[in-house]
């Protein structure tokens, strides 16, 4: 069978917003906002096809002070027949720049971010004079400059903050999240299969990365057996994924903040004070520090979130810690280790002690995958529950646990789900998760007395006899065939 080549998957909201912008024919300044191999630049080298008559000049920003700065760009610029600067400092970098968008280049600069450390914070100050005087003959300017950036609180704070010398001059902007669940069906179709294992297994590692599946798909293991897969992509010195985890946040955090991570990724769920005793345990440092650990990792690197039970407020004191990137908790609780074994002890062993402890992690995984896929159904308006408030679990010290808590508050229908990997420890537990159902609706004190309630059971795969089982218990079967069907 031939190999389909690789396309463009999804965005297509982006690119009909990015079309539009270069469809103006005149000065723009865009921010392109996104985690590490999300897709910005390629999302910008596919808008080119709409305007390809500007030329692009691309420069991606390193790690580095004003001289390794400075020579990058000459680098970059030699790429592309630029041979007209003499980049002697940041700000002729910046002049340079501003002359090749007065002459109508679109200039892109990746990795923005950088620009918010100390040694190059000069360059936003030249960037802002190149810019106010390019803006007030913008309708005399068909060139324009896209920021692209992946550290959040950096770029805000070089392009939103008050005070910053960049704030209130972007004129466009925008967040690419992660590929939705129709466009990750549609690269299995061509690509692989869509089992409900297989996305599972590929959801849960990669979420909706494309640069990983891209990967796969040159590695030829997007259609192979897991051990293949995680062999060839994270085992083997030249594996494309063997370094991805490090390059991206080590290279960002110091200290102790792999601590924290590791212990969210290998369990999801923690508690504030489970995870303050179990870093104080380890010597990590005071409650004050690892408070600033915590905040560092939630707020300016948004790798952990903090989740609360539906209907809870922000500020109360029952919210649950997890890992937000499933590749990133699929490394630290599952791969890392077995990874960095390989020197010491065979392989084979080491790539079936990664697949346990992987399947370990979809557990957690299927519940986000569910409440993932109601909330694109309800948005694409597929399948039989409209959501009227983003999707959520619930919890409480009495010891209540529930996965998945939907409400259309239109129709006044509250549907409750339970969500197992494995279906016969889903049915098993059904009886069970309907005292936790009751232990909710009398805490809630008839609040939903009038409301039609809806139990479904959740699983990656059910057949026959699981979905009469789940019935005869009075529950909605669910599987991953059911939540993705007619997704597009």
């Not at 915590?294 to 039970?309: A, C, G, N, S, T």
Request: aromatic share 10%; with cysteine.
């Amino acid at each position: 069978m031939k190999k389909q080549p690789w396309g463009f998957y999804g965005r297509k909201e982006e690119l009909t917003q990015l079309r539009s912008i270069l469809q103006r024919k005149r000065w723009f300044f865009l921010k392109v906002a996104g985690r590490r191999r999300i897709g910005k630049t390629s999302l910008v080298q596919e808008a080119r096809a709409f305007d390809d008559k500007r030329p692009l000049v691309y420069i991606q920003i390193p790690d580095s002070d004003p001289s390794g700065v400075l020579s990058t760009a000459r680098e970059f610029y030699d790429m592309f027949g630029i041979k007209k600067f003499d980049l002697k400092d940041l700000r002729s970098f910046a002049a340079s720049i501003g002359t090749l968008i007065e002459e109508g280049n679109i200039v892109a600069i990746d990795e923005f971010q950088y620009f918010h450390r100390q040694a190059l914070s000069e360059f936003a100050s030249h960037l802002q004079y190149e810019v106010d005087r390019i803006a007030r003959r913008a309708d005399k300017v068909k060139g324009g400059l896209i920021v692209l950036g992946s550290i959040h609180t950096e770029m805000a704070a070089l392009l939103e903050d008050r005070g910053a010398p960049l704030f209130n001059r972007i004129t466009d902007e925008m967040e690419l999240p992660h590929l939705d669940i129709a466009s990750i069906m549609e690269i299995l179709r061509t690509h692989a299969d869509t089992t409900p294992e297989r996305l599972l297994f590929l959801w849960n590692l990669f979420e909706g990365i494309p640069k990983f599946y891209r990967d796969c798909y040159e590695q030829d293991t997007l259609a192979a057996t897991r051990s293949d897969l995680l062999k060839k992509m994270f085992f083997t010195s030249s594996s494309p994924l063997r370094n991805e985890a490090e390059n991206w946040f080590l290279r960002e955090l110091h200290g102790r903040y792999d601590l924290v991570l590791k212990y969210v990724a290998a369990h999801p769920g923690s508690s504030h004070s489970d995870l303050m005793a179990h870093l104080l345990t380890t010597g990590s440092g005071s409650d004050k520090q690892i408070a600033g650990y915590i905040k560092v990792l939630r707020d300016r690197y948004r790798m952990i979130e903090r989740l609360q039970p539906i209907f809870a407020k922000e500020k109360e004191r029952n919210g649950r810690f997890y890992v937000r990137d499933n590749f990133l908790r699929s490394w630290l609780a599952a791969l890392s280790v077995p990874v960095a074994s390989t020197n010491f002890k065979p392989l084979d062993p080491l790539v079936e002690e990664a697949d346990r402890r992987l399947a370990e992690t979809e557990g957690h995984g299927l519940e986000r995958l569910a409440h993932t896929l109601y909330e694109e159904r309800s948005r694409k308006a597929v399948g039989d529950f409209s959501l009227t408030k983003n999707i959520s679990g619930y919890w409480d010290k009495a010891g209540t646990e529930i996965d998945l808590i939907a409400l259309n508050e239109d129709d006044k229908v509250i549907r409750f789900g339970s969500c197992k990997r494995d279906a016969g420890k889903l049915i098993g537990g059904l009886s069970l998760f309907d005292g936790h159902i009751e232990r909710f609706l009398e805490r809630k004190q008839g609040e939903f007395g009038s409301w039609k309630k809806e139990k479904v059971a959740i699983s990656p795969r059910l057949d026959a006899g699981h979905r009469k089982a789940i019935e005869r218990k009075g529950y909605i079967p669910q599987d991953l065939n059911d939540l993705s069907a007619g997704l597009k």
